[in-house]
């Protein structure tokens, strides 16, 4: 079946100690998202590719990067974590503009734990 | 979609009944419109869309209402059942767009 895959599902990592989601998509939509998902809160857009078009959210702290080495995958590293970014990780795809692009396919997401 | 702050309103609902979930939305050029179901520690599951050119849209056991004077948006479940407890999130998006608003979520619980 198509679809949306996150690895890992949950991750530790130790305060400031760079970490690396991963993200991939057998859907060959254009356009894959990262969300940030705090409790009892909706998902919080970090950035997107548009293809290989990279767009920042302009609240997006430098601490957060991505990158998309081809069209079905793409990484969220977080270079230096702190208590606060401890979250939800999901990622998301979409065809992109048209009749039918807007809706978008999330994965199942990852749980980030920052001790 | 607006986002509401770090309290889920909370809807509980008797088995069998009838649900209404209910959304605000603040951009006027929004164009398409989506209901996403979030199970406890998943992602969000497309639930049913509408387009701002209708006004209703039904799918399985969920209707979708879109006001668009007041730019209000509801999701009925018919005969709610326990799997349906989740929070439901509305979202909106403007023709072009690539990204989605989100709103605040709403936790549904259904009791026994």
């Known amino acids: 079946d198509a679809m949306v895959i996150q690895n890992p599902r949950y991750q530790v990592t130790q305060f400031g100690k760079p970490v690396t989601l991963s993200c991939s998509q057998t859907?060959?939509?254009?356009?894959m998202y990262w969300y940030q998902q705090k409790s009892s809160q909706a998902p919080k857009l970090l950035f997107h590719y548009y293809d290989k078009d990279f767009n920042n959210e302009a609240d997006t702290p430098d601490n957060f990067q991505s990158r998309r080495p081809n069209t079905s995958f793409c990484f969220l590293d977080i270079r230096s974590p702190g208590l606060g970014d401890a979250a939800m990780y999901l990622c998301?795809?979409?065809?992109?503009?048209?009749?039918?692009?807007?809706?978008?396919?999330f994965g199942p997401g990852t749980r980030l734990t920052v001790t | 979609g607006e986002s509401v702050g770090l309290h889920l309103p909370t809807l509980s609902v008797q088995e069998g009944d009838n649900s209404i979930i209910n959304c605000a939305y603040s951009n006027s050029a929004s164009d398409y419109f989506i209901w996403y179901k979030q199970e406890s520690g998943k992602g969000p599951q497309f639930i049913i869309d509408?387009?701002?050119?209708?006004d209703k849209r039904q799918g399985q056991r969920v209707t979708v209402l879109l006001n668009k004077t007041v730019k209000h948006l509801s999701l009925q479940i018919a005969a709610t059942q326990p799997g349906d407890s989740a929070v439901y999130f509305c979202?909106?998006?403007?023709?072009?767009?690539?990204?989605?608003?989100f709103g605040g979520g709403t936790r549904v619980l259904v009791k026994p």
């Open positions: 859907l060959n939509h254009n356009v």
């Open positions: 509408i387009r701002s050119n209708m």
């Open positions: 998301a795809t979409s065809r992109g503009p048209g009749t039918s692009g807007y809706e978008q396919y």
């Open positions: 979202a909106d998006t403007e023709a072009a767009g690539n990204k989605l608003t």
